[in-house]
T-cell receptor
């Protein structure tokens, strides 16, 4: 059974048209992450939530926002997508950040965003 | 300098070969280390954690050298199904994982 679900799997949007990607999890994990991965590059962390505590990476553009209305769901909003935002967006979860060691991250299948 | 560096490859090896990948990290305070596997156009999946004492899981062996700040992954008796990109991943504490850009492995019949 899928534990981290992302919808849609493929999203096409127009330059400048807002888009929302969604992620849900059945693991009841405290932490949810959003990564951006471009072709042949490492996944790049955009932000993460520890419960409701939002943590933005310093170099994440303001164009990217996130919401976590409850434990199970997390959304990535791209307010005005540019051509450079075309990428795979990966959602991941883990149990806890406070243990001193990293817990395993479980990734969703990703949403591939195309910007026309 | 990148926080986590890997040789991008590709490594092209025949079935049955032994292949090794290295990865270096820049932050000496890094706490935990992992190898993830990513198939083409799929999400990363945890392959194994890397411990100071080294660890083995079947055909896969991971080693950590804190003094030199590198980790390695050894794959013995390569299978066609091992073809993938192998991501070196480092946890530096109080933030999420930092990924290398991956080493691509292509096992050929």
């Amino acid at each position: 059974d899928a534990m981290v679900i992302q919808n849609p799997r493929y999203q096409v949007t127009q330059f400048g048209k807002p888009v929302t990607l969604s992620c849900s999890q059945t693991l009841n994990h405290n932490v949810m992450y959003w990564y951006q991965q471009k072709s042949s590059q490492a996944p790049k962390l955009l932000f993460h939530y520890y419960d409701k505590d939002f943590n933005n990476e310093a170099d994440t553009p303001d164009n990217f926002q996130s919401r976590r209305p409850n434990t199970s769901f997390c959304f990535l909003d791209i307010r005005s997508p540019g051509l450079g935002d075309a990428a795979m967006y990966l959602c991941a979860t883990s149990r806890d950040l406070t243990s001193g060691e990293a817990d395993t991250q479980y990734f969703g299948p990703g949403t591939r965003l195309t910007v026309l | 300098r990148k926080e986590v560096e890997q040789d991008p490859g590709p490594f092209n090896v025949p079935e049955g070969a032994t292949v090794a990948f290295n990865c270096t990290y820049s932050n000496s305070a890094s706490q935990s280390f992992f190898w993830y596997r990513q198939d083409c156009r799929k999400e990363p999946k945890l392959l194994m954690s890397v411990y100071s004492s080294g660890n083995e899981d079947g055909r896969f062996t991971a080693q950590l050298n804190r003094a030199s700040q590198y980790i390695s992954l050894l794959i013995r008796d390569s299978k066609l199904s091992d073809s993938a990109t192998y991501l070196c991943v480092v946890f530096m504490g109080r933030r999420a994982l930092t990924f290398g850009s991956g080493t691509r492995l292509q096992v050929q019949p």
